[in-house]
Nanobody, 119 residues
């Protein structure tokens, strides 16, 4: 069974950096694509970034492009989201998720980790 566990969230000031981790267990063909999403209070969940386990086919939302970097460590079955130059509007619960392929729905989700950026 696929399980995703996020960690690394916290409270930081504007301009700071954080690195989120997503530990994945039970990798199968259904976990081909890994993604990060976020949901701010009162808003819908939005896509942040995605990557394949081969480390290619990365894609970012316009709101984080140039500030966030997604990466994978196959040896550790872990996906990372390096977040730099954080802004108050980045405040949200961040979730990792996995899909069997690009364009396919994300099927498995983690429990989320809170990121709060103070101004």
């Amino acid at each position: 069974q696929v399980q995703l566990v996020e960690s690394g969230g916290g409270l930081v000031q504007t301009g700071a950096s954080l690195r989120l981790s997503c530990a994945v267990s039970g990798r199968t063909f259904s976990t081909f694509l890994m993604g990060w999403f976020r949901q701010a209070p009162g808003k819908e969940r939005e896509f942040v970034a995605r990557i394949t386990w081969s480390g290619v086919m990365t894609y970012y939302s316009d709101s984080v492009k140039g500030r966030f970097t997604i990466s994978v460590d196959n040896a550790k079955n872990t996906v990372y989201l390096q977040m730099n130059s954080l802004k108050p509007e980045d405040t949200a619960v961040y979730y990792c998720a996995t899909a069997p392929g690009i364009g396919r729905p994300f099927q498995y989700w983690g429990q989320g980790t809170q990121v709060t950026v103070s101004s």
